[in-house]
């Protein structure tokens, strides 16, 4: 269900892209109102001016140096703002009529961090406002079958110690959580907790442990039950003890489905017949 709500997400955002925003180079998307900063790379295009054209790397100090202008402040701008600005000055001092048109080259400035149950973990650039739903696509998607229900953000600007903390699956179905990044930010979705079934069920291993988990959903998660199972006995293995459990009388409605808990090993018997 996670992953089926991902792939709707990220096919939105990508038509959403190509109807609203520029495509760079590099193919990464350059949102509207995306502000420059330093370590970005600027391409700057001049109509019919060939040496005043070409891309340029924004410094420490937030410029750039240009031809003809020299060093130009353009921090904090977006393309747009600067194209405009560079347009002014052009006219007043060396051209007649400039054309300027400027897009990013290179997104660094502004970047978080993603890390944890993820498709593509790593540092991903900003290239503009960008939401918790928007980065969590862009890091290829939540590995559902490893990572628990939430999702935390670390605020670099405020520099707090406790994360926010998002609920996944409400983030995805209804957007609650879905807070704007900001560069610094790390995410983090940890690592889900597991049970583990073995004995006679169609797939043996790791099943992702909730809150409320029962037995028979455990073993529906594992493959559910092959035809050598004897669901009379099966048992659960709990720091030590052993939890003896009818399946079929609990599937019959007999007997009450067993909550299991973290770390459980549920084993399913082979009959004998």
């Not at 970005?40 to 750039?64: F, H, P, R, T």
């Not at 994360?163 to 940890?190: F, H, I, K, M």
Request: net charge negative; glycine share 12%.
């Amino acid at each position: 269900m996670l992953n089926l709500l991902f792939a709707l997400l990220m096919l939105f955002g990508m038509g959403q892209a190509h109807a609203d925003e520029t495509v760079d180079p590099t193919g990464l998307v350059a949102a509207p109102g995306y502000k420059v900063g330093p370590g970005d790379v600027i391409s700057v295009q001049v109509y019919n001016e060939k040496d005043l054209s070409g891309a340029y790397a924004i410094g420490q100090s937030g410029a750039v140096d240009l031809p003809l202008v020299g060093i130009f402040s353009v921090d904090g701008q977006d393309v747009e703002e600067i194209a405009a600005s560079l347009t002014t000055k052009l006219a007043s001092d060396f051209l007649v009529d400039p054309q300027v048109t400027v897009r990013v080259e290179t997104f660094a400035s502004r970047k978080v961090n993603v890390v944890g149950a993820v498709r593509r973990p790593g540092v991903i650039p900003l290239t503009g406002p960008t939401t918790l739903l928007d980065i969590l696509a862009e890091a290829g998607g939540v590995v559902t079958e490893r990572s628990s229900q939430e999702v935390q953000v670390k605020r670099a600007r405020t520099g707090e110690i406790e994360p926010l903390v998002v609920n996944l699956e409400r983030l995805l179905s209804a957007g609650e959580g879905n807070v704007t990044l900001e560069a610094g930010d790390v995410v983090y979705v940890p690592e889900g907790a597991f049970v583990f079934v073995s004995g006679q069920v169609g797939k043996p291993g790791q099943v992702p442990w909730r809150d409320g988990l029962t037995v028979t959903q455990a073993m529906v998660a594992a493959g559910g039950p092959v035809r050598t199972a004897n669901l009379r006995k099966a048992y659960i293995l709990r720091e030590g003890g052993r939890i003896e459990i009818n399946l079929r009388r609990v599937m019959k409605g007999k007997d009450a489905d067993v909550p299991i808990q973290q770390g459980d090993q549920l084993f399913v018997d082979e009959s004998v017949f």
